[in-house]
C-alpha cells in the first residue's frame, strides 16, 4: 500500500483501485433531485449506490481486497463480520472468483441480507447481539480455521476501493460545492473525503451518523478513536460502535464536520426517498438526506452531492419505517379523547374527525383503566392527516365540541 504524509491511503490507491474494479461494478447514476432541491433551496445531487449488483457500494471495496489475495490466501478462503451490506459484497465477488467465503452477522440481521448473502454461497453464521460481539466470534473463526480476514472498513484496499465512489462523483460533476456521506465504520467517508480533497481541497465533506451511535462524531472530539455503546438504530448499517483506525487518520484531515440524525429523521428520509424520487433506500443510506432535509448542515444555495449508500432494506422494517415517517411527517397520528360513556359519544368524536377530513385506521374504546371519575372513558383513535396543520385543526374542533383530547 503507497503512503505520503504519513496516510495509510492515497489517491494514487484509489485511482488503482478504480482500474482493478471497474470491469466488474456498475458506474451508478449521479441524479439531480428537481424536488429535493426546491425543498432545501439548493441544488441536490443523488449517488444512487443503492443500485449496485449487490444493493450497495460495500462490494468496491471488497472487490478492491479480493483482488490483492496472494493464491495461497485464495484458497484458505475469507472470513468477515457484516451486518449485512458488507457480507453481500464480499460473497458476491468471492463466489465469482472461486473464494469460499464465511461471514459472520449478528442474529438480529435483516433476514434480507442473510437470505442474499446465503444465496452467494457463502458460509453465514448468525452470533451476538451487536457488531461488536459478531466482530469478536469472527476473529476466533478466523484463528481457529486459517482464514483471511476483511476487515469491512479498517483496511486500506477497502478504503482505496470505496473512494472510487468520490472519483466518479468528480466525473459525473466537477462543479460540487459539498458531498454528504453517512458514517459506520468510516472507510466509506475517508476514501470519499480523499478522493475528493485531493482533487479539488474546497468541495466540503460533511459526514452523517445515527445519534444513537455516532462514534466517529465522538473520535474527532476526542482526537482518538474511542468506542461508544452499542445501541438499536433503524440505521443497522451504520450501527458501528468504534470507527476504524485507518478512516479515522483520513478524516481527522479531510472531513469538514461531521452531524447526527435521529431514527424519526432517517425515517421521515426513506419515506421522502420512497414518495418522491421513486427510490429504495434502506435507512443508514437515506442518513445523508435526513441530515439535509432538517437542516442540519450548511448547504443552501450550494451544489450538493448525497450519497445513498445502500437499498438493502427488509419489508418488515420498512414497514415501520413509513410508519414512523408518517408519524413525524404528521400524516399518522394517534389521538387520546376523554369523554362521557354514554351512547353517542363515540359517534360523535369520529363524526368529527371525519367531517374534517381524518381517515380513522384503528379505534380503541378504554374503560377500566380511565384515571378520573367514574362514567368516562377513553377513545384512542389512530387516524391519518395531512400534516401538523391538519391535526391541530382537529384538535381545535375537538377540544371546541367540548372534548378533552391530546395527542399520543
Not at 449521479?30 to 462490494?59: C, D, P, W
Amino acid at each position: 500500500m503507497a503512503s505520503s504524509d504519513s496516510l495509510p491511503v492515497t489517491f494514487e490507491d484509489v485511482e488503482d483501485a478504480r482500474a482493478r474494479i471497474r470491469p466488474f461494478i456498475s458506474e451508478t447514476p449521479f441524479a439531480h433531485s428537481v424536488s429535493l432541491s426546491q425543498a432545501t433551496r439548493s441544488k441536490i445531487y443523488l449517488k444512487l449506490e443503492n443500485l449496485q449488483m449487490t444493493g450497495s457500494y460495500k462490494e468496491r471495496g471488497a472487490l478492491n481486497r479480493l483482488d490483492r489475495l496472494t493464491p495461497e490466501e485464495a484458497r484458505r478462503g475469507v472470513i468477515a463480520f457484516s451486518a449485512g451490506n458488507h457480507a453481500q459484497g464480499l460473497a458476491y465477488h468471492a463466489h465469482r472468483l472461486g473464494v469460499a467465503a464465511t461471514i459472520v452477522m449478528p442474529v438480529y440481521t435483516p433476514l434480507v441480507k442473510v437470505t442474499a448473502t446465503r444465496r452467494f454461497a457463502a458460509r453465514v453464521v448468525l452470533h451476538g447481539q451487536s457488531a461488536a460481539e459478531a466482530r469478536a466470534e469472527s476473529y476466533r473463526i478466523a484463528e481457529a480455521e486459517n482464514l483471511v480476514y476483511v476487515h469491512p472498513f479498517d483496511d486500506p484496499w477497502i478504503v482505496a476501493g470505496q473512494g472510487t465512489v468520490g472519483l466518479e462523483i468528480l466525473e459525473q460533476n466537477p462543479y460540487l460545492d459539498a458531498v454528504v456521506v453517512p458514517v459506520g465504520g468510516g472507510g466509506l467517508i475517508a476514501g470519499i473525503a480523499l478522493a475528493l480533497k485531493t482533487t479539488n481541497p474546497r468541495i466540503k465533506v460533511y459526514g452523517v451518523e445515527a445519534a444513537a451511535m455516532a462514534s466517529m462524531k465522538a473520535s474527532l472530539a476526542a482526537g482518538r478513536v474511542v468506542e461508544v455503546a452499542s445501541q438499536r438504530t433503524i440505521a443497522d448499517g451504520i450501527a458501528v460502535s468504534k470507527v476504524g483506525e485507518i478512516p479515522f487518520a483520513i478524516c481527522q484531515r479531510y472531513v469538514d464536520e461531521v452531524v447526527t440524525v435521529d431514527d424519526e429523521e432517517i425515517a421521515s428520509a426513506v419515506l421522502t426517498l420512497l414518495e418522491v424520487e421513486k427510490t429504495m433506500v434502506e435507512g443508514a443510506g437515506a442518513s445523508a438526506l435526513a441530515a439535509v432535509l432538517n437542516g442540519h448542515l450548511p448547504i443552501e444555495g450550494k451544489r450538493v452531492g448525497l450519497v445513498l449508500t445502500g437499498g438493502n432494506i427488509d419489508v418488515t422494517m420498512l414497514s415501520r419505517i413509513i410508519e414512523r415517517g408518517l408519524v413525524k411527517d404528521g400524516r399518522m397520528v394517534r389521538l387520546s379523547a376523554k369523554v362521557i360513556d354514554a351512547p353517542g359519544a363515540l359517534a360523535a368524536v369520529i363524526g368529527l374527525i371525519g367531517r374534517l377530513g381524518g381517515n380513522i385506521l384503528q379505534i380503541n374504546h378504554e374503560r377500566a383503566f380511565v384515571r378520573g371519575p367514574l362514567g368516562m372513558t377513553v377513545v384512542e383513535v389512530t387516524l391519518e392527516a395531512r400534516g401538523h396543520e391538519h391535526i391541530k385543526e382537529i384538535v381545535t374542533a375537538l377540544e371546541a365540541a367540548g372534548i378533552n383530547v391530546a395527542a399520543a
